[in-house]
């Protein structure tokens, strides 16, 4: 069974930085996208950035691109999300994702999509909060 706990998160000012980190375990498939979503009151989940385990190809949303980063340790089955130059915009619960997939083309799209339905293992997120 395939388990995920995000860490990482809190109370940061408008510019400031935060990296979640979401560590993975009971994944049994050598082919695997981990990403990264995020859910403000009232608004839909949507993705946020997302990592394929057999090349580290990422995606980024365009609201973060240039300030979010996604990284993988493999040797502490972890993946972060290094956020910088956050907005209050960016306040919001952040779950990490995994879903895993032998087809090549088919794992690239789910990170490209980034469909939170296409995710079937889901962590229990973590809040961020951009204020002053």
């Known amino acids: 069974q395939v388990q995920l706990v995000e860490s990482g998160g809190g109370l940061v000012q408008p510019g400031g930085s935060l990296r979640l980190s979401c560590e993975v375990s009971g994944f049994t498939s050598d082919y695997y996208a981990i990403g990264w979503f995020r859910q403000a009151p009232g608004k839909e989940r949507e993705g946020v950035s997302c990592?394929?385990?057999?090349?580290?190809?990422?995606y980024y949303a365009n609201s973060v691109l240039g300030r979010f980063t996604i990284s993988r340790d493999n040797a502490k089955n972890t993946v972060y999300l290094q956020m910088n130059s956050l907005k209050p915009e960016d306040t919001a619960a952040y779950y990490c994702?995994?879903?895993?997939?032998?087809?090549?083309?088919?794992?690239?799209?789910?990170?490209?999509?980034?469909?939170?339905?296409?995710?079937?293992?889901w962590g229990h997120g973590t809040q961020v909060t951009v204020s002053s």
């Open positions: 994702a995994a879903e895993d997939e032998n087809d090549l083309a088919l794992l690239f799209r789910l990170c490209v999509l980034s469909r939170p339905a296409d995710f079937g293992s």
């Open positions: 990592i394929s385990s057999n090349d580290g190809s990422t």
